[in-house]
């Protein structure tokens, strides 16, 4: 009895030996960057030249920004994974891409993204953030100068042609001015132009999406002549009333390029 003890135990152990452990390989990440194209219309946005809306109004640009926040890609697998729900980016004519964050390796199907603040950060005063951050003190201005007005969403000034042609010199000074917690406004864009495809993030890599924000979206319904007073669109104005359709066309504003 004691060999056949001694013959199970052996046979036990060496059984043992032979097994393998399974090892779970390491989750790799990978630097998403994001590059914006801003365009009015088909063409590229541009500061301090005339140019034309697909309607054939003429614009002269001197500044067109937004913040940009909340940025949040879906997986294949239906997991969203958060880049930051409080962290903003300043997007500029001509800016250049920028590192949004760092997402597990794998497949992505969509980008999730907000144009504004969220209410609590919107209540903040630009002078207590870092100089040289997205939420400190801008030139031009994009906040409207007290915590209970908050920051400016979007911020597009220029000279436009408001006569009934548009298409002459731009000379009347125009502003737009989007703000308020209700004019936040999230838009999500797939990835992939084919639903099948997915974007693949490469982990330990720089992988970058890239966007066109098309600024015709915004401005394409705006009657001049029917503003009150000057050509300025803020939520403190006699304008504010179209602040809600400008923020209601963000959605349509972005695309996968």
Same mark, same amino acid.
């Given at each position: ?28 990440? !990978?630097?998403?960057?994001? &590059? ?22 003429? *614009? ?25 729900? =409080?962290? *903003? ?9 920028? @590192? ?15 144009? $504004? ?8 005063? /630009? ?9 400190? /003190? &801008? ?5 409207? !100068?007290?915590? =209970?007005?908050?920051?400016? *969403? ?9 006569? $009934?042609? $548009?298409?002459?010199? /731009? ?5 737009? &001015? ?21 974007? *693949?993030?490469? !982990? ?29 669109? =803020? ?20 695309? @996968? &390029?």
């Amino acid at each position: 009895m004691i060999l056949r003890g001694t013959c199970a135990i052996v046979f036990l152990s060496a059984f043992l030996s032979c097994s393998k452990t399974v090892t779970t390989p390491p989750v790799t990440y !990978g630097n998403v960057y994001l &590059q914006i194209q801003n365009n009015l219309g088909s063409g590229l946005l541009d500061t301090g030249i005339v140019l034309a809306d697909p309607s054939g109004r003429n *614009y002269k640009f001197s500044s067109a920004r937004y913040y940009i926040g909340g940025i949040t890609l879906k997986g294949e697998n239906g997991t969203n994974v958060s880049l930051g729900s =409080t962290t *903003y980016f300043l997007e500029n004519v001509g800016s250049s891409a920028f @590192l949004a964050g760092s997402v597990p390796s794998g497949n992505y199907i969509s980008i999730t993204f907000s144009i $504004g603040i969220d209410p609590v950060t919107n209540q903040t005063n /630009p002078s207590t953030y870092t100089a040289g951050t997205a939420l400190a /003190p &801008q030139n031009p201005a994009m906040w409207f !100068g007290s915590t =209970t007005k908050g920051y400016m *969403y979007l911020n597009v000034q220029g000279l436009v042609d408001t006569t $009934g042609t $548009g298409n002459g010199t /731009p000379t009347v000074p125009f502003t737009i &001015q989007l703000g308020q917690s209700q004019n936040v406004r999230t838009t999500s864009i797939n990835l992939n132009s084919n639903p099948s495809d997915y974007f *693949y993030i490469y !982990g330990s890599q720089n992988n970058t999406i890239n966007l066109i924000a098309d600024y015709n979206a915004i401005l394409k319904n705006i009657k001049y002549s029917a503003l009150s007073g000057s050509c300025t669109i =803020t939520p403190f104005n006699a304008n504010a009333g179209l602040e809600s359709t400008i923020a209601g066309n963000i959605s349509s504003m972005f695309s @996968l &390029q």
